[in-house]
């Protein structure tokens, strides 16, 4: 498990909050102990002061009395009643070697004197609430002149000055910084561990409610990826769907252009036909004009001609739209002329041109052949004849003309210039072109996806791009590029929404 895992574990669970409490607690109480430790070394550092003092001051007064001859006083308890009274102090002058039997030592000074001969030069002990502070007498040169008898010598330990107090003087001292000292270790404590509760109930919600959105926005999220499966599907579905829309009016417009010289080649045969049983009535008479015949034969001739030129041109159609339709109904990779697959999109929609006073003009090198999905190209150039139909030339009501110019650049990349002069587009329009269902003709039959197939089949079929510019009033011009060899591999539609009017 990662430590971040751990990290959540423990937020999301506050029976682990309990540890962390207990945790914190015994931090808490080490330093109170810690703390409470220090304050007592002081005070017992205080009693040793206080007693070290004594014991200096009265070294320092036997030395001077001492120097002086010494004093003599006679033997009484009142100094040491005086000195308990007035300090809270006892001293006791003692030695193992005492000349008084009342200065004799108690076990514990016992001790001390021995260990005064090893080394030591003062003690301390604290029991029965008494502190106890013992320092070392050495034997001076003045000492002699009354414990030389006892077999001293000089700088001998000759004894000690055992000076106690009670211990409750020491500790009333520093009581008021052991309460101190318990108010700020459980008062931090409180507060820490309220603020520690408060935090992690606050981070534990947090967690609790990202993790609510976080499962929110995953189902979300997987509702929007059906979504976006059922509407591309269904994008898919409407752009086959705009594809065979199309094509049905170009067999419609065929349908419509065959049925003219498919009726006169019809009208022609019919004509040859009673031309030529005129001629077999004349050759059954008994006599036989020569230029009634002749007249027979020119008109078989004249109307022969005239059914072959027009079944010529709707065989012409014919293949045209064959060719047309194979193309778009299938993204085949195939040699193609592409000043021939222009005629063959001008004459596809020829039936819906030749009412209007709009021009087609084709302006692109003879034997100019390319390879690659010619149905992605006708698609192309069909959907933005139309579209120039329909918007920048009103349906029809509008004069003009549509310019397709085709030119191959020296690194074999074509280039297309779609040109037409209608009523153009302003700023907004332009940069909603290539959207999908985006149409101005919104309740009028118009569906928003022929640019957009425009744009899709040019980026993603035939791996250019595509640029479009125009102004209210002046027309519109785009510009499409792509190699001239297109690679089988790259027929695959995927659709795409496009920003602002532009390809790259």
């Known amino acids: 498990m990662s430590p971040a895992s751990h990290r959540e574990r423990f937020i999301k669970t506050p029976l682990y909050w309990v540890g962390a409490i207990v945790l914190f607690a015994a931090l808490i109480a080490t330093s109170y102990f810690w703390n409470a430790s220090n304050i007592d070394r002081h005070a017992h550092a205080m009693g040793m002061l206080r007693a070290r003092l004594v014991f200096n001051m ?32 006892r001293i006791h002058l003692t030695s193992l070697k005492p000349i ?17 001969e090893a080394g030591e030069r003062e003690a301390v002990s604290v029991a029965a609430h008494q502190f106890r502070y013992m320092g070392a007498l050495s ?36 009581q008021p910084q052991h309460r101190t000292n318990l108010i700020v270790h459980v008062s931090a404590f409180a507060l820490i561990a309220a603020l520690l509760l408060a935090s992690l109930a606050t ?111 709707a065989a012409d159609m014919v293949a045209s739209f064959k060719r047309t339709s194979v193309d778009q109904t299938s993204n085949q990779i195939r040699e193609f002329d592409i000043a021939q697959l222009i005629d ?9 041109f030749k009412r209007t006073q709009i021009e087609l003009v084709s302006d692109c090198p003879e034997n100019l052949t390319l390879h690659g999905p010619a149905g992605a190209l006708v698609q192309v150039l069909n959907n933005l004849v139309v579209n120039s139909y329909l918007h920048a030339f009103k349906e029809g009501e509008r004069a003009g003309a549509i ?74 011009h785009c510009g499409i590029e792509f190699d001239s060899v297109t690679p089988a591999s790259s027929i695959n539609v995927i659709p795409t929404t496009p920003v602002k009017g532009k390809a790259p």
């Open 203 to 313: 981070i534990r919600r947090h967690v609790l409610q990202l993790e609510l959105e976080r499962d929110s926005r995953r189902k979300t999220a997987e509702i929007l990826a059906d979504k976006v499966n059922q509407l591309e599907a269904a994008q898919s579905e409407l752009v086959q769907s705009e594809k065979m829309a199309s094509l049905g009016r170009m067999v419609a417009g065929f349908a419509h252009e065959v049925n003219t010289p498919v009726g006169v080649a019809v009208g022609a045969v019919s004509h040859a036909l009673e031309a030529l049983g005129r001629s077999e009535k004349l050759l059954d008479s008994e006599e036989v004009e020569e230029s009634d015949l002749r007249a027979g034969f020119a008109t078989l001739r004249e109307a022969s001609s005239l059914a072959l030129s027009n079944l010529q041109r």
């Open 139 to 174: 034997v001076t040169q003045t000492c002699l002149q009354c414990h030389a008898q006892q077999g001293y010598r000089l700088g001998d330990i000759r004894g000690g000055i055992g000076i106690t107090q009670p211990a409750d003087n020491v500790y009333q001292v520093v």
């Open 100 to 116: 008084n039997p009342a200065n004799a030592a108690e076990p514990w000074e016992a001790e001390v004197l021995r260990r005064f």
């Open 403 to 476: 310019r397709i110019a085709v030119s191959l650049a020296a690194d074999h990349r074509v280039h297309i210039d779609y040109r037409d002069n209608g009523v153009g587009m302003d700023a907004e329009t332009l940069g909603h072109l290539f959207e999908p269902f985006f149409t101005t003709r919104r309740g009028k039959g118009g569906s928003g996806l022929g640019m957009f197939i425009v744009y899709n089949l040019v980026t993603q079929v035939l791996r250019g791009g595509i640029q479009c510019e125009s102004q209210p009033g002046q027309g519109m």
């Open 58 to 89: 009265i070294q320092t007064t036997r030395a001077w009395i001492a120097g002086h001859g010494g004093v003599f006083a006679p033997d009484s308890p009142e100094l040491s009643s005086l000195l308990v009274r007035e300090g809270n102090l």
């Open 344 to 352: 063959d999109v001008f004459r596809g929609q020829h039936n819906v």
